[in-house]
């Protein structure tokens, strides 16, 4: 009933985003993000549930999109006639087509041979984008429009918002076939064999076609992703199969949480925001995203969802509201730390003219701003040190098995 | 004819020996803690950027030295605080926090530095040609570069297979804990040889800086390349990694220098087609411009066929 729940709340909030805010910019970040959740899902399925880390993934996102793109003009001159609505299936079959091809040598081991074979194959793809003009546009890309195809119950898809009611349909069956997946034997073997290959070989499973079969499906919904991609955006370039896309999304499923069917949801919609509202913000938010990376990596290694599925036992046991006071106490003066160097960052990089920082002014020219900086910085670097300990305490008493006062077993 | 394959050798060595610098460190570590150091390019680029820096003030010389001393600190201090941190999560988690830190690397340097191209410049007590052949000049400064690398790479054999440290380093590679109850410090020794390793990619960056131009991009341009050459070459094998950076760089040469493609090709076999062919890009392809996915291409055939590399041992 749970999980019932759950599902019907993704789809209401998934069909409900664009009634609660309407703007232009706000559709366009939805659509950015039916695109991500989709392809960081697809990830996931590869590195959290499979145990294969791919550093060429993007390669099955851009061929699906580049194919989706071609299916958009073969629609508009009439070559095929079907409804654009399929697009995404177009650019899931490319994607699969790849993966079975790919797949074919490249699951024989995971690991670093995995890795490898993957780089190898993203670079390959990626400088034959720029050799084969005809088919991948050179630098340029290639471009369509959505528009001639048949109307899908009157609906033309002119406006970005009906392509987001399109992609939001999308995402739901993608997902709830993504999370399916993991519930079938082929996805139970693939965490079986994520975790001991040998055993999994002895209990009669070949690992190889696990991993297989894994792939093949990861690739599958990536080139989804690619169709959705090319129905938003209606051009791709070589860009979007190169090692920069294929970066970012393990970044999104990383920073969200691997091994959590959740996690790259999350990290697909955090990074998407940043992406979009941040870089308005400040020139530097690439260099914040790979400060939040590596600091995610360092002291997050389960991501957000690993943090926020951390508190899973405290909550069971009602004690959840016990850890809220010494998070705020040490909360506070870590916010205020990390606002600090921020500011620090960003004086910096504003040398020799005054700017505005969240709501005060600063100038890097006056050394006061410098001095309380640095005073801020130490204060607050100082309380969440001291802080510390008490939290540590706090989330040990929540967390503590076998309590006396519970009186359960210990 | 012959002059073109002098000087695509030439080049190609000059190169090769570059790569072997950053691959040398590369394959140390690999077999050292068991995990490819997608960051190392990066430190390659630091030790360019610095000795840019420090060559401004106090010259090319100074920051030869200064420079991949530097890096070689920041890459201990990496180790210390971060690697060893990560460790504990298993080999992803490690291949993905080097992965985000030559990201973040990136970002730095364009925010210290900027992201337009630095006018690092060679020194000028080695700005004349070395020797004349053909007609064409080769630099003195290119005859420093093939110097530098093979000086340490009799340096860096010497030391770990004839020296006391090397020994120890090599043992503490398959049997830590026995080095370990010897009384040796294996992190201790752990961080040194990754503070050494990224020095080496240090002292390639300063080296190479001048040539290959310093720019925020140049970790990128060299990174994937060096990681072909470590698998291609077995990984943990120093001497399959200078095998391997000498076919690559002179692979990658020989393919621009020549002027040959699937034009010629098709002469050859007699075969012709017209210009609307849909698969025209195929007909027309030419060496030079696959030039930069052979390494790739090489890789992904050494792996399907060979997965241990020239020199590697099989897995265990």
């Known amino acids: 009933m749970g999980k019932f729940a759950a599902w019907a709340g ?3 909030v998934l069909l409900g985003l664009p009634q609660l805010f309407d703007s232009v910019l706000a559709i366009t970040i939805f659509n950015q993000m039916a695109i991500a959740i989709v392809f960081a899902l697809s990830y996931n399925m590869l590195l959290g549930q499979g145990g294969m880390l791919s550093f060429g993934h993007a390669v099955y996102f851009g061929l699906g999109g580049f194919m989706a793109v071609h299916a958009l003009v073969m629609i508009e001159f009439e070559t095929v006639y079907f409804s654009i609505t399929l697009i995404p299936l177009v650019g899931g079959l490319i994607g699969l087509i790849a993966a079975v091809f790919v797949g074919s040598f490249s699951t024989h081991k995971a690991g670093t041979v995995f890795a490898m074979i993957s780089l190898g194959i993203g670079e390959l793809m990626a400088a034959s984008s720029l050799i084969f003009v005809s088919f991948f546009g050179g630098e340029a890309g290639v471009s369509a429009d959505r528009t001639f195809g048949p109307p899908f119950f009157g609906i033309e898809f002119f406006q970005d918002v009906e392509i987001y009611y399109l992609s939001a349909g999308w995402v739901f069956v993608a997902t709830a076939f993504m999370y399916l997946f993991t519930q079938t034997p082929a996805g139970r073997m693939a965490n079986a064999v994520r975790d001991n290959p040998e055993r999994a070989e002895f209990i009669g499973y070949s690992a190889r076609r696990v991993r297989f079969i894994s792939f093949c499906t990861s690739g599958f919904f990536a080139g989804v992703a690619g169709g959705l991609f090319a129905l938003n955006y209606e051009f791709i370039t070589e860009e979007n199969l190169n090692a920069v896309t294929s970066g970012r999304v393990l970044l999104m499923a990383y920073i969200g949480g691997l091994g959590y069917f959740i996690g790259p949801i999350i990290g697909a919609v955090v990074l998407t925001l940043m992406n979009s509202l941040l870089s308005n913000y400040t020139e530097l938010w690439m260099l914040y995203l790979g400060m939040m990376f590596v600091l995610t990596v360092l002291f997050l290694p389960r991501g957000f969802a690993g943090f926020i599925m951390m508190h899973q036992t405290a909550w069971l046991r009602g004690k959840l509201s016990s850890l809220f006071l010494p998070y705020l106490i040490t909360g506070m003066p870590a916010i205020i730390f990390g606002g600090s160097i921020l500011a620090a960052i960003e004086m910096l990089h504003h040398e020799g003219e005054p700017f505005g920082f969240l709501f005060i002014n600063l ?8 001095l309380a900086l640095t005073a801020f910085a130490a204060a607050s670097y100082y309380a969440c040190r001291r802080s510390l300990g008490q939290l540590n305490a706090a989330w040990e008493e929540a967390n503590r098995v076998g309590d006396p006062t519970e009186g359960g077993p210990g | 004819m012959l002059e073109v394959f002098v000087f695509s050798t030439l080049n190609g060595l000059v190169t090769g020996l570059l790569l072997f610098m950053l691959a040398s460190g590369l394959t140390l570590i690999f077999s050292m803690m068991g995990v490819l150091n997608f960051a190392h390019a990066s430190f390659y680029m630091l030790g360019a950027y610095f ?10 010389w100074a920051g030869l030295l200064i420079a991949p001393l530097l890096v070689g600190a920041f890459g201990a201090l990496v180790e210390r605080y971060a690697l060893r941190r990560v460790h504990a999560h298993g080999h992803v988690a490690e291949l993905v926090f080097t992965f985000g830190l030559a990201f973040l690397v990136e970002e730095a340097v364009q925010f210290f530095w900027g992201a337009d191209t630095k006018n690092y410049q060679s020194p000028d007590l080695l700005n004349f040609p070395l020797f004349t052949l053909f007609g064409q000049e080769f630099s003195a400064y290119r005859g420093f570069m093939i110097t530098i690398s093979v000086g340490i790479f009799l340096a860096l054999y010497y030391m770990l297979t004839r020296s006391r440290i090397g020994i120890i380093i090599q043992a503490a590679i398959t049997h830590p804990h026995t080095v370990a109850n010897l009384g040796h410090n294996v992190p201790l020794i752990f961080m040194a040889v990754f503070g050494v390793g990224t020095a080496l990619a240090g002292v390639a960056g300063v080296i190479a800086g001048p040539v290959l131009t310093t720019f925020p991009g140049m970790a990128v341009v060299l990174g994937s390349i060096v990681f ?12 399959g990694a200078f095998v ?15 002027n040959l493609g699937m034009p010629d090709l098709l002469n050859w076999l007699g075969l012709e087609f017209s210009r609307d062919h849909p698969l025209n890009d195929l007909w027309t392809l030419t060496l030079p411009q696959i030039a930069p996915v052979l390494p790739f291409l090489l890789l992904v055939l050494v792996l399907i066929f060979r997965p241990t590399g020239l020199a590697g041992k099989r897995e265990e």
């Open chain 1, 10 to 12: 993704y789809l209401v």
């Open chain 1, 363 to 370: 100038d890097s020219g006056n050394t006061l701003h410098w």
């Open chain 2, 51 to 60: 000795a840019y820096s420090i060559s401004l003030k106090l010259g090319f």
């Open chain 2, 228 to 239: 072909v050459i470590v698998v291609i070459g077995g990984l943990g094998s120093l001497g």
């Open chain 2, 244 to 258: 391997a950076s000498l076919m690559i760089g002179l692979l990658q040469s020989y393919a621009i220098a020549s």
